[in-house]
C-alpha cells in the first residue's frame, strides 16, 4: 500500500529519521491494507518489538511534561500520533505475562543492576516489554510521574515495581513535598537512562519516574452499601481520560464514597491515573455495566435542574454527572429523585465535566454559608 503524499508530510513533524521512517510506514501497511488512513483501534499483528520501540521514542513529544499539579483535563494525544495509539493499543505487542519478574517492593534495598539501568539491551528490552504491557493489562495501575506514586503509596497502593532517571532527585522531591515518604522512594526504583524511561511511556513525567501497582479489587455492592453521608460519584459515560483522573482527584479530596463509571472507558486507563495523580487509590474507583438500584438518592446534576444550595445535598446521595457533549441520558435523569444545577451566569451553558464534580462535592462540603437561612 502506498502511504501517499500527504503521509509522507508527517514524516517531519513527527521528527523521525529514516529508519523511523521505514519502520512507521511498515506499521502502518500491517495495521491497514486495505485503506490509505490509520483507524484506532486496528489489529497489529506481528510487529517487531524493537520497531515499535524505536517508533515510539521518535514519537515521544519533545517538551514532555507532568501535568499534576495544574492538570489539563481536556487533553487529547494530538491525531497525528494516531500511530503509537496504534501501539499501544490492546493486541500489539506479543508480550510475556506482565507480571512475570515483577518483584514486590518493600523499600529493602534499590533493585538497581547495570544491566536494568539501560547498558545491557535485552534487558532493557525486558523492561520496555513489561511496562508496556503493563498499560494495557486490567490488574495493573501504572504511574507515571512523582505525585502519582506518591499518593499511591501513602492511600495504600501495593506498588510491584518502579523505575527512576534519578532517584536522588526522587529523595529531593520527598523531603519537600512528601515528608512521609522521604527516605523510602528511591530504594523502591530501579535507576534507567533517560532513554529507556522515554520508550516504557508515551508521555516521559518531567520527574523522571514510573511504576506499576496492583489494582486493589473494588467491591460495588460494599461501596453502595457504605453508611457513611460521604456522597458517591456516577459518571455516566465519560469520554475523556482526563477528566475521569480530574473527577476522581476532585472526589478524593473531598473525601467522596467513590467514583463509578459507565461506558466505555477505563478510569484505571493510564492517562485518567495520570489527570488523578494516582488519587485512585484514595477511594474506590470502578467502572460498573449500569447503576444498579440502591438505597441511596439518586441525584442528576443537570444545568436545567433547580439551583444547588450549598450543603443541602441527602445524605448518602449519588450525584449523577453525565457525558461531555450530550449530559445526561434520559434514563437516569427519569430515574433520579432530585435534580439539580450549578447557577451559573447567563450565556454559559454548562461546566467543564470536572469542575462541576468539584462544584458540587465542594458546595456540599463546604457546607451552608453561616447565617444561611
Ligand atoms: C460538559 S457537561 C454536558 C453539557 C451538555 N451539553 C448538557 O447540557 O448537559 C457534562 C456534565 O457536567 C455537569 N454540568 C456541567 N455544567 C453544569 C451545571 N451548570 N449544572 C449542573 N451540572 C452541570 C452535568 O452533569 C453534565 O452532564
Known amino acids: 500500500m502506498a502511504l501517499g503524499a500527504a503521509a509522507g508530510a508527517v514524516w517531519g513533524f513527527l521528527g523521525l529519521d529514516a529508519v523511523g521512517r521505514e519502520a512507521l510506514q511498515r506499521l502502518l501497511e500491517v495495521v491497514d491494507a486495505d485503506r490509505d488512513v490509520v483507524v484506532a483501534g486496528a489489529e497489529v499483528v506481528g510487529v517487531d518489538p524493537m520497531v515499535v520501540g524505536q517508533l515510539e521514542r521518535g514519537l515521544v513529544p519533545r517538551d514532555s511534561h507532568e501535568d499534576v499539579d495544574c492538570l489539563v483535563a481536556d487533553w487529547h494525544p494530538p491525531p497525528l500520533l494516531e500511530a503509537e495509539l496504534l501501539v499501544e493499543g490492546d493486541r500489539a505487542v506479543d508480550v510475556a505475562d506482565p507480571v512475570t519478574g515483577m518483584q ?84 523502591r526504583v530501579t535507576p534507567v537512562e533517560a532513554e529507556v524511561l522515554v520508550a516504557l511511556v508515551p508521555q516521559a513525567p518531567r520527574t523522571g519516574v514510573v511504576a506499576i501497582a496492583r489494582r486493589p479489587r473494588v467491591d460495588v455492592v460494599q461501596v453502595l452499601a457504605d453508611q457513611r453521608p460521604a456522597p458517591l460519584v456516577l459518571l455516566e459515560d465519560p469520554r475523556t481520560m482526563g477528566n475521569m483522573g480530574a473527577c476522581v482527584r476532585v472526589a478524593a479530596a473531598a473525601d467522596a464514597a467513590g467514583v463509578l463509571t459507565t461506558g466505555g472507558n477505563d478510569p484505571w486507563h493510564p492517562d485518567a491515573l495520570r489527570g488523578g495523580a494516582g488519587l485512585h487509590f484514595a477511594l474506590p474507583v470502578a467502572a460498573i455495566a449500569a447503576l444498579p438500584d440502591a438505597d441511596r438518592p439518586l441525584v442528576a446534576i443537570d444545568p436545567e435542574g433547580d ?67
Do not use: C, W
Open 104 to 187: 514486590v517492593l518493600h523499600g529493602h534495598g534499590s533493585k538497581a543492576t547495570a544491566a536494568e539501568s539501560g547498558h545491557d539491551a535485552s534487558v532493557s528490552d525486558a523492561l520496555v516489554r513489561r511496562y508496556r504491557a503493563a498499560r494495557r493489562d486490567p490488574e495493573l495501575a501504572f504511574l507515571e510521574g512523582f505525585h502519582a506514586l506518591k499518593h499511591a503509596l501513602r492511600f495504600g497502593a501495593e506498588v510491584l515495581e518502579g523505575v527512576a532517571t534519578d532517584p536522588a532527585e526522587l529523595e529531593r522531591l520527598s523531603e519537600g513535598l512528601a515528608p512521609d515518604l522521604a527516605g523510602s522512594l528511591s530504594s
Open 307 to 373: 439551583d444547588l444550595r450549598p450543603g443541602e445535598l441527602p445524605p448518602r446521595s449519588i450525584l449523577a454527572f453525565g457525558t461531555e457533549r450530550y449530559g445526561l441520558s434520559g434514563e437516569l435523569l427519569a430515574r433520579a429523585d432530585l435534580r439539580l444545577g450549578i447557577p451559573m451566569r447567563a450565556g454559559v451553558s454548562s461546566l467543564n465535566l470536572a469542575t462541576s464534580v468539584a462544584a458540587v462535592l465542594f458546595a456540599q462540603r463546604l457546607g451552608p454559608a453561616p447565617g444561611a437561612a
